[in-house]
């Protein structure tokens, strides 16, 4: 028996490749199927099955790829009525994997066809389970993502939680090993472990979702409490992985287009296209093109895509640190963004080369906002971070400003005020910088440093007292 997680951190996904006598399977894949087919081949084995736990909201899946190109069968459970080929399973229904069985285990809550698959060695004893959005170490998948169409409430969805943990997992031996698809900092779940797996015994003492002495309604009532609006590509990316979507060999095809900077304008023009910036931070503020939107490839690149790019068939042209084009093109397609339609030849300093026109951000340190806030004390304070972070600790006199919401929010700020803006560690305040450049706040400082580093200096920091929000 082979098991093996396949941790992706920019998604926080679990993947998984299961392997017996020459036979594999697949839990959950991501969209780019090649790294799952030269591991069988590696091994010598087939993918037999590619097994998917729900319609995933946070990425698009590879399965429709991997499937045509291996001839592995797509397996859902329950109730996952697809556009394409595919097997929908019973609830109870067995898989043979070589020496191993794989049960279906359906337990909704998450979504309505969310399902466990319980993994049972060669002596059918359950050896551990791969439980998709239904159950994470240290808690369980959010009940607000289910499609419209299905007509359910959160509350409903937590009650179907609630029954689905009780009657069948937590009956489950505590020696079951427990492998979910997400971990700390995915936005499926509201509290999340940064540990990928565990045993279910360990769960059941240390997860509050499986606490015995909670009552199906005050679990309803934990777990629809405290939810922040899921991002906006979520209901997309469903959409998508259960419509069917473009193979990623064309989509990379289609966006490994090099233009040459007065082509790249011309297109930019032409096609309204978006022009997403993904150098380092430091790179980006001290020269772009003029309106682009920076998001870093070395940051949660794909998550903050998807939340702040609200058309996810807008024609994106790419400005990248050149041979890291097919990687951009490939993450933006992981969550759905199929329209890169080209990217700057040689780069930034192509472009700089040609004359063309940059702008900039102003970037300060800690050391510097310190004395812009000691000479002036009532200069306006935007903090980017998320509303939780915000609560915790704050710059005194700071608004939070979360970037997860800037797009709504922006009518609240003025174009005339002066705003300095930071975050824990400059990433989101450069892409918040970036984005209020575009649409015309030009009286902006980026405090590009940590947090800890702000702490660190005379600005008067607060804990734990919200100091307001726009």
């Avoid at 490749?17 to 780019?32: F, K, M």
């Avoid at 309106?291 to 998550?303: E, H, R, T, V, Y």
């Amino acid at each position: 028996m082979i098991i093996e997680q396949i941790y992706t951190g920019c998604l926080a996904q679990g993947a998984y490749y299961v392997e017996s006598n020459g036979e594999a399977a697949i839990i959950d894949p991501l969209r780019e199927s090649e790294p799952y087919v030269q591991m069988a081949a590696k091994r010598g084995a087939k993918i037999k099955y590619v097994f998917e736990t729900h319609f995933h909201a946070d990425f698009v899946s590879g399965h429709i790829d991997l499937a045509s190109k291996v001839g592995a069968q797509i397996i859902y459970g329950p109730l996952a009525e697809t556009k394409y080929e595919k097997y929908m399973a019973k609830d109870g229904e067995e898989f043979q994997l070589g020496d191993l069985t794989f049960r279906v285990l359906h337990t909704p809550g998450h979504t309505l066809e969310s399902t466990t698959y319980l993994l049972l060695d060669k002596d059918a004893k359950p050896h551990a389970i791969f439980t998709g959005d239904t159950l994470f170490i240290g808690d369980v998948g959010r009940p607000d993502l289910c499609q419209k169409s299905d007509n359910l409430s959160k509350e409903d969805l937590a009650g179907m939680m609630y029954d689905s943990l009780h009657h069948k997992i937590m009956p489950l031996p505590d020696e079951v090993l427990v492998y979910p698809a997400h971990g700390a900092g995915s936005a499926c779940g509201k509290n999340m472990s940064k540990e990928t797996w565990d045993t279910l015994g360990n769960q059941k003492k240390t997860n509050y979702a499986l606490d015995t002495k909670t009552n199906k309604e005050a679990f309803i009532k934990e777990l629809t409490s405290g939810l922040t609006p899921p991002p906006q590509y979520f209901s997309k990316n469903a959409t998508m992985n259960k419509e069917g979507y473009l193979s990623l060999e064309s989509v990379k095809e289609k966006g490994a287009r090099p233009l040459a900077p007065t082509e790249f304008e011309s297109v930019a023009n032409q096609e309204g296209a978006l022009i997403l910036d993904v150098r380092k931070k430091e790179t980006f503020v001290k020269g772009f093109i003029p309106n682009s939107i920076f998001i870093g490839l070395d940051g949660s690149f794909a998550p903050w895509a998807g939340a702040l790019i609200l058309d996810i068939k807008q024609a994106i042209l790419l400005v990248t640190d050149p041979g890291r084009e097919e990687e951009a093109i490939t993450r933006l397609a992981r969550v759905g963004y199929d329209n890169t339609i080209g990217y700057l030849k040689g780069g930034f300093e192509a472009w700089k080369e040609a004359g063309k026109v940059l702008d900039q951000i102003t970037s300060i340190k800690a050391d510097d906002f310190a004395t812009k806030f000691e000479n002036e004390p009532t200069i306006n304070v935007l903090d980017v971070r998320k509303p939780s972070e915000f609560a915790a600790s704050q710059v005194v006199g700071a608004k939070n400003f979360a970037l997860d919401y800037i797009n709504s929010n922006m009518s609240e700020i003025d174009k005339q005020t002066p705003y300095f803006i930071h975050c824990a560690g400059g990433y989101r305040s450069t892409i918040s910088s970036s984005i209020l450049k575009a649409r015309g706040f030009h009286n902006i400082v980026n405090v590009q440093d940590s947090f800890n580093n702000i702490g660190n200096t005379s600005v008067p920091i607060q804990v734990g007292a919200k100091q307001g929000s726009v």
